[in-house]
């Protein structure tokens, strides 16, 4: 994992652990970030954060702003790194005036990304080929030209077979050749057919940020490098993908903050997700978090909290907090105090620390912060907690707001609790109410309803307030 990464998983920004490896199935040699080794001097956060601008996807340029501009269908086999590639594919294209189409009937490009891995998958493009070849013909004979391309490993590896068989393919582009697409396109538009599956020694697609082809997707998957020099003796991948390379870890850098922004504007723009992060800290002091091995320093801490902030206006944090860790002085223990102050976190979960066996700590490090010293300094970061976490909660005070019933309250049958769009609890009196929708009889709240409370008091760890209605998450975004 990149140095960065834990505090960007801890965030929900970033996949990782075993079932994102098990998901990001590559071809031999070929790792998604999170798998590989360790890089033992890389950027912190501060470069991850810097620079928002260049993570931005260009706008789509207006129909017709390059020569043979026009509707481009695409159809991905294979591992995933075809779909990194047709990712690839279609930003370059985009870039050129190309638009996206899901309908074939509709497409003037037909390109399919494909895989020769196996035998079976070879199959499955000629016999989509035989399918295209009908609707192909009935584009001619309306003069409506269509130009079909094959892309990827088995363009590599069987171009002339590819171009010759039946001719029907107009272009052939191998995984290095994506670049050259716009001018294969426009060779064939002309009636000819085109190719281009030259392998490089160093094209890593560094510069092009890929354009996620899964809309409504709820995972992304960052390519870290290409190519393959392992030479097993069953495999093609080196045959049709290029000797091994990496992408600079700036371009990594640059695009996994593209996918990382993308969630936080989702956050922000959708009414039906709680605006609420889990950013654990552990520590304030950058000289523990390195003991503890966090990958990241203080300071690139809060520029992601302050990121996060900038991101989705009143976001509610969360954070976990060790007391004590091995080697902790006074002096790092004040900085957690002060990180505590300057973020003012709405929900904290603190622990004194406690030695597990197997652990790296147990081997190399010592647990040699006395019990009682740890129990104090647990004691004050919950004291510290407790006074920022009502004052953020205090600023509530006389506002109006949405709550998801959850049930009776634990302390009392008589009232409700819910949560707020920061996942604080709201405590507020089961009571008759009206129905924002007009209906005339009083209702009551049910679990699962929506409802709005006007918050009367507050605490470290609760809301309480008045409930105005019952209404429904529709009706309370359209009334914003």
């Given at each position: ?6 505090a ?85 294209l ?108 160093d ?24 190519g ?31 996918l ?58 969360s ?60 004691e ?23 709550v ?38 009083p ?38």
């Amino acid at each position: 994992m990149l140095p960065w990464g834990r505090a960007l998983r801890a965030a929900g920004l970033l996949r990782s652990g075993p079932g994102a490896a098990r998901r990001a199935r590559c071809g031999p040699g070929e790792r998604p970030v999170g798998r590989g080794a360790a890089l033992p001097a890389g950027p912190d956060l501060r470069h991850f954060l810097r620079g928002a601008a260049a993570g931005e996807t260009p706008p789509e340029p207006p129909p017709g702003s390059a020569p043979g501009a026009g509707r481009v269908y695409l159809e991905t086999y294979g591992c995933q790194m075809n779909v990194n590639d047709t990712e690839i594919a279609w930003a370059i294209l985009q870039k050129n005036g190309y638009r996206r189409t899901k309908e074939l009937d509709e497409a003037d490009v037909i390109l399919l990304v494909t895989c020769s891995v196996r035998e079976k998958a070879e199959q499955a493009i000629w016999n989509r080929l035989r399918h295209l070849k009908a609707l192909k013909a009935r584009r001619q004979q309306a003069r409506l030209p269509l130009r079909i391309g094959i892309l990827g490993c088995m363009a590599e590896r069987l171009k002339e077979e590819i171009l010759h068989r039946e001719k029907l393919v107009d272009i052939v582009a191998g995984p290095d050749a994506y670049r050259d697409l716009p001018r294969l396109l426009a060779v064939a538009e002309s009636g000819q057919q085109a190719a281009n599956v030259l392998l490089s020694l160093d094209e890593t697609y560094a510069d092009i940020l890929p354009v996620q082809t899964s809309a409504g997707g709820t995972t992304a998957f960052v390519s870290i490098m290409r190519g393959c020099d392992n030479m097993c003796s069953y495999c093609i991948v080196p045959f049709t993908r290029g000797r091994e390379r990496s992408r600079p870890i700036a371009s990594i850098l640059q695009e996994v903050r593209m996918l990382s922004d993308q969630v936080l504007q989702l956050i922000q723009e959708r009414y039906n997700i709680c605006k609420q992060l889990h950013l654990p800290a552990q520590s304030g002091s950058t000289r523990v978090l390195e003991a503890m091995r966090r990958g990241y320093t203080r300071e690139a801490y809060l520029e992601l909290v302050h990121h996060v902030r900038e991101s989705i206006p009143g976001v509610s944090l969360s954070s976990d907090f060790i007391a004590g860790f091995c080697g902790e002085t006074e002096e790092d223990h004040q900085q957690t105090v002060s990180l505590l102050r300057e973020v003012r976190y709405n929900i904290g979960f603190l622990f004194a620390y406690s030695m597990r066996q197997k652990t790296r700590a147990y081997h190399r490090l010592q647990d040699d912060v006395p019990a009682d010293i740890k129990q104090r300094r647990l004691e004050e970061l919950i004291t510290v907690f407790r006074e920022e976490a009502a004052r953020a909660n205090e600023a509530m005070v006389g506002q109006s707001q949405l709550v998801l019933v959850e049930g009776p309250s634990k302390r009392s049958p008589s009232e409700l609790c819910g949560r707020n769009d920061g996942n604080i609890k709201v405590i507020f009196r089961d009571a008759e109410t009206e129905d924002a929708a007009g209906c005339k009889a009083p209702v009551r709240a049910q679990p699962g309803d929506y409802v709005v409370v006007k918050v009367t008091s507050a605490s470290s760890q609760t809301l309480k307030g008045v409930l105005l209605c019952r209404t429904t998450l529709s009706r309370s975004a359209a009334s914003r």
